[in-house]
């Protein structure tokens, strides 16, 4: 990228980006501009009849020693996808690390955006997970996050390029599902700290936690595998520590995971494809538990199983009002609610009409 057509990267971004993609592609356009300065990073151009229609943006960290590269805001011109633009872009990007000395290379990118996480899959990516990075780097793995942006990317996945040969083993779905049980209730546990409430109820949280996640992914598991597709659950480890720093100011916010399908290289349609039904079936079950247990503290006399399930409304409740929020983003924010207004409005609308008459039945009574 020449320094006058900086503009014309914006104005792509723009008008092919959603508001929160814009936001974060920014962020990592404006730093691949500082590290230009510095000779270790840029961005890359696509042009098109005389007009920018592609970008992708690299920088290049030292880490532990080692030279890494990232590969960052990927973004073709909405009106021209589908034409190998985004390939050329990260096959030069790819070409422009290892020339200058980077034997690793990182992205991130989300499951669900096919066209971009195939094209990775296909260029010797793969998955780099938390056990993984913690080996490689300890502690240091929060340098990657910085530099790639991970921290808000919940939703995203981290991708490694290396010159292994062979592929690291991914974590299995169990420990995936604990690691999720477990972030979700320090969440809670942290809460309960904050407001000073029972020891006993925080012993608790784990089993109602446990109850909460595992009604509304296995619903999916269950409903995915009547459809003949196998899917696997993934805990997103920044959405987890986002959480975390979100509970010490008293804040919900469960971006624990996700059900997807377990085939690697696999095209997701949101408007034709038969998973629509399996992100409607997840905050259904969460629905129906959140009302179960709304109601289970007029049906007992104990007050730790009324606070308890107290507890378990209100997670149920906002596990529900987040995976209904119809934000897709590829720097981020990847909630099941686009995939369930793309696939059918009428089943959206019913759900939230549902959810808001759950809270406004709490709020009278």
Known sequence: ??????????????????????????????DAQKSARKQSGGTLTAEYDGKIVGAVSMRIQIVKEKRTGYIDALVTDKELRGRAIGKSLVDGAISWLEEHGCEVIYATADRYNSPSWNMFIHRGFHLYEIPQQLRDYGLNFLRLWLGEFHFIGFGTFFLRRGKEQRKPHETGEAWHLLGALLGVSIVGWIQ????????TLALTMFAVVAISLLAHELSQKLVARKLGLETTFKAWGSGILFGWLLALVGVFFPAYGSTYVKQLDWW???????????????????????????????????????????????INLLIVIFNLIPIQAAGGFVWDGKKILAWNKTIWVALVIATSALIILDALF
């Not at 723009?14 to 993609?21: T, V």
């Not at 309960?192 to 020891?199: E, K």
């Not at 399996?278 to 007992?300: D, E, K, N, Y």
Request: glycine share 8%; proline share 5%; no cysteine.
């Open 1 to 30: 990228m020449q320094p006058n057509e900086k503009g014309s990267v914006e104005k792509l971004f723009a008008r092919s980006l959603g508001i929160i993609n814009r936001i974060v592609f920014q962020l990592s356009f404006e």
């Open 192 to 199: 309960i700290l904050r407001s000073q409430g029972s020891s």
């Open 268 to 314: 997701y349609e949101p408007k034709r494809d038969k998973t629509g039904i399996i992100f409607a079936v997840g905050p259904f079950a969460s629905l129906a538990l959140a009302f179960a247990f709304w109601t289970l503290p007029t049906l007992t006399t104990s007050s730790l199983l009324a606070a308890s399930a107290k507890v378990g409304y209100m």
